[in-house]
């Protein structure tokens, strides 16, 4: 079955760093992949999507990711991060089928110190 | 920017109550979708719709929920009677013409039921 995997449930850093947030999928044919953000209170963003082609990715808010088949990995990155990038990011992969349900990982919450 | 909206932002409702959750997708979206985030969990597909008719659903949308396309806009979801485990944030979601094409969220609705 497909899944989601977001091993760091809460990652710091200082602003102006570099980010990284890790997702791992399980899936059994070439995945669409996506990365949405939640500020608190707010919904889901969509910051980019993976659906076939270059692997690397350019999303909204200076955010990328790259898609790594052989590690089955969809990790997002940002050069310097920023104090209102604070928030949950969430990795999801389409599910397939014939409507294209959305899996999500459980979300990796990023706090950002001054 | 287009954008999907949800109402109301918060319900609560007292168990066995029947609750209507209410969503404008983006207009010229055909497919939707509900999901829901307990708190601390992941966000689950609920169902997807298209057509006027439900494409696919996952294990929870049981014969308690019931979705709904009542107008040209509007898409709802009825939880028939509530219980206490259906408390949860509930969102909404629409994409546009080609499976696996990105979805778009609404704010969600929180609901709370006591």
């Known amino acids: 079955a497909q899944s989601v995997t977001q091993p760091d449930i809460h990652i710091t850093v200082s602003e102006g760093a570099s980010l990284e947030l890790r997702c791992n999928y399980s899936?059994?044919?070439?995945?669409?992949l996506f990365w949405y953000v939640q500020s608190p209170g707010q919904g889901l963003q969509l910051l980019l999507k993976y659906f076939s082609g270059d692997t690397l990715v350019q999303g909204i808010k200076g955010f990328e990711a790259e898609f790594k088949r052989s590690q089955s990995s969809f990790n997002l990155r940002k050069p310097s991060v920023h104090w209102s990038d604070a928030a949950e990011y969430f990795c999801a992969v389409g599910a397939g089928g014939s409507q294209g349900n959305l899996i999500f990982g459980k979300g990796t919450k990023l706090s950002v110190k001054p | 920017e287009p954008e999907v909206t949800q109402t109301p932002s918060h319900q609560v409702t007292q168990m066995g109550q029947e609750v209507i959750l209410r969503c404008v997708p983006i207009?010229?979206?055909?497919?939707f979708y509900w999901y829901r985030q307990i708190l601390g969990q992941k966000v689950e597909f609920l169902v997807s719709f298209y057509n006027n008719e439900i494409s696919e659903k996952s294990e929870i949308f049981d014969d308690q929920f019931s979705v709904e396309r009542p107008d040209g806009s509007n898409f709802t979801l009825k939880i028939r009677s509530t219980k206490l485990e259906d408390s949860a944030m509930y969102f909404c979601?629409?994409?546009?013409?080609?499976?696996?094409?990105?979805?778009?969220f609404g704010p969600g609705t929180r609901l709370t039921v006591t």
């Open positions: 979601a629409s994409s546009g013409y080609r499976v696996g094409y990105e979805q778009y």
């Open positions: 207009s010229n979206h055909l497919y």
């Open positions: 899936y059994g044919a070439t995945p669409y």
